[in-house]
């Protein structure tokens, strides 16, 4: 059995909820964390992640990622570091399944073009709205609105990419109801999960791309750090198929960055003698993360991915697609809001930025396939 560092988020010292709840915590066999991760799990936002972009949209193919399968991965690598390192790993897990909650349908496409359609009311950013749908939009509860989580899963999800210094609107609604001392750092279960995902992404994405044609090895070779992995990996296995070779390095690309992070965390923590999840927020650096030398490696993994996949011809155009049926959409709502479904139809405020940001909710939830029927059926067409 692992032990708990003191470092750690501890759950019988939480900072608690907005909202007292009849029972108390002590009701059941769950902590705060746990109950945190089984109430994203079963929320209706959770589940429509399923049909929500990774790298491809609404894509045909059942092998390739979406966030859904994305945030499962985040989970199990946020989760292994974790316990390597004796964190709270309900917490971890549960700030790595929410993370990618407020994304809108079509991934960065999709924020983009709602980014732009809310400019004049304050803007949009995906990791805010993943807070006002957690905390506000989400409501399966008769005493409360959103799903009244702890204080250190929302302080997590505000700072997991560290500490907030221009919240933007709906972060600082969010902030004024539970401060979540936007500025300082987040705990170490926090910063585990932000890590988790560059991995999750950085590999996987790799590896729908090379599925879906729009990567291929050879330009994969070009990174030397992955052609050494790749030489060592067919020199151990000379008569395997090549798509295995494919996915152990995945595996193994996967399995270097945890072990790099998992070391460089433990010594990071030793050099700077936190002793409790308060000293990790008032250190003077980030704690949890990469050593130098596999960051920058990273960094250069990050700007190939972004010249070969994400801004492949096949990708540009396929967000260019994505971008107006947001724009169409968005303009169709304010125009007409008796397009919308009658719950949000009634709830439509009058009043800018109120009207604008109701929209922009409603889009945001929406998945790829809803997104594009509903566009389909305003505008007749596809």
Same mark, same amino acid.
């Given at each position: 059995m692992t032990t708990r560092a003191s470092y750690g988020c501890q759950p019988e010292l939480s900072r608690g909820r907005l909202y007292p709840e009849p029972g108390g915590e002590s009701r059941g066999p769950r902590n705060i964390f746990q109950r945190d991760r089984d109430r994203i799990i079963h929320s209706i936002a959770f589940r429509r992640l399923r049909h929500k972009t990774q790298v491809f949209v609404a894509p045909d193919g059942d092998h390739y990622r979406v966030r859904l399968t994305h945030s499962l991965e985040v989970a199990q690598i946020g989760r292994t570091i974790a316990r390597a390192l004796g964190l709270d790993e309900d917490l971890t897990?549960?700030?790595?399944?929410?993370?990618?909650i407020g994304h809108p349908p079509f991934g960065h496409a999709g924020e983009d073009a709602l980014e732009a359609a809310m400019a004049p009311y304050g803007g949009f950013d995906h990791n805010a709205q993943t807070l006002r749908t957690l905390c506000k939009l989400e409501s399966p509860y008769p005493l409360w609105n959103g799903l009244n989580l702890s204080w250190e899963l929302l302080e997590g999800l505000a700072k =997991?990419?560290? @500490?907030?210094? +221009? @919240?933007?609107?709906?972060?600082?609604? &969010? +902030?004024?109801? #539970? @401060?979540?001392?936007?500025?300082?750092?987040a705990s170490l279960e926090a910063q585990i999960a932000a890590v988790a995902d560059d991995i999750a992404y950085d590999n996987h994405d790799i590896d +729908?791309?090379?599925?879906?044609?729009?990567?291929?090895? +050879?330009?994969?070779?070009?990174? @030397? #750090? &992955?052609?050494?992995?790749?030489?060592? &990996?067919?020199?151990?296995?000379p008569g395997a198929r090549h798509e295995t070779l494919i996915r152990e390095l995945t595996r193994e690309q996967i399995g270097v960055m945890v072990n790099d992070v998992i070391d460089t965390t433990r010594a990071r923590i030793a050099a700077t003698g936190v002793e409790t999840a308060d000293d990790v927020r008032q250190a003077a650096q980030t704690i949890g993360g990469f050593s130098a030398e596999l960051a920058e490696r990273e960094r250069t993994l990050k700007r190939f991915m972004y010249a070969?996949?994400? =801004?492949?011809p096949t990708q540009i155009d396929a967000a260019a697609r994505a971008s107006v049926v947001i724009a169409d959409l968005f303009a169709a709502y304010w125009a007409d809001p008796a397009l919308m479904p009658e719950e949000w139809r009634a709830s439509m405020p009058d009043e800018e930025p109120q009207r604008s940001r109701h929209i922009a909710d409603f889009l945001a939830g929406m998945t790829d396939r809803f997104a594009?029927?509903? =566009?389909?059926? &305003?505008m007749g067409e596809q």
């Amino acid at each position: 059995m692992t032990t708990r560092a003191s470092y750690g988020c501890q759950p019988e010292l939480s900072r608690g909820r907005l909202y007292p709840e009849p029972g108390g915590e002590s009701r059941g066999p769950r902590n705060i964390f746990q109950r945190d991760r089984d109430r994203i799990i079963h929320s209706i936002a959770f589940r429509r992640l399923r049909h929500k972009t990774q790298v491809f949209v609404a894509p045909d193919g059942d092998h390739y990622r979406v966030r859904l399968t994305h945030s499962l991965e985040v989970a199990q690598i946020g989760r292994t570091i974790a316990r390597a390192l004796g964190l709270d790993e309900d917490l971890t897990e549960a700030l790595c399944l929410a993370h990618d909650i407020g994304h809108p349908p079509f991934g960065h496409a999709g924020e983009d073009a709602l980014e732009a359609a809310m400019a004049p009311y304050g803007g949009f950013d995906h990791n805010a709205q993943t807070l006002r749908t957690l905390c506000k939009l989400e409501s399966p509860y008769p005493l409360w609105n959103g799903l009244n989580l702890s204080w250190e899963l929302l302080e997590g999800l505000a700072k =997991h990419n560290g @500490p907030v210094r +221009d @919240p933007n609107w709906a972060l600082r609604e &969010i +902030d004024g109801a #539970f @401060p979540l001392d936007l500025w300082s750092n987040a705990s170490l279960e926090a910063q585990i999960a932000a890590v988790a995902d560059d991995i999750a992404y950085d590999n996987h994405d790799i590896d +729908d791309g090379l599925r879906a044609g729009l990567l291929t090895l +050879d330009q994969l070779l070009e990174l @030397p #750090f &992955i052609a050494a992995r790749w030489q060592a &990996i067919c020199d151990r296995y000379p008569g395997a198929r090549h798509e295995t070779l494919i996915r152990e390095l995945t595996r193994e690309q996967i399995g270097v960055m945890v072990n790099d992070v998992i070391d460089t965390t433990r010594a990071r923590i030793a050099a700077t003698g936190v002793e409790t999840a308060d000293d990790v927020r008032q250190a003077a650096q980030t704690i949890g993360g990469f050593s130098a030398e596999l960051a920058e490696r990273e960094r250069t993994l990050k700007r190939f991915m972004y010249a070969n996949l994400y =801004h492949h011809p096949t990708q540009i155009d396929a967000a260019a697609r994505a971008s107006v049926v947001i724009a169409d959409l968005f303009a169709a709502y304010w125009a007409d809001p008796a397009l919308m479904p009658e719950e949000w139809r009634a709830s439509m405020p009058d009043e800018e930025p109120q009207r604008s940001r109701h929209i922009a909710d409603f889009l945001a939830g929406m998945t790829d396939r809803f997104a594009q029927k509903c =566009h389909h059926e &305003i505008m007749g067409e596809q």
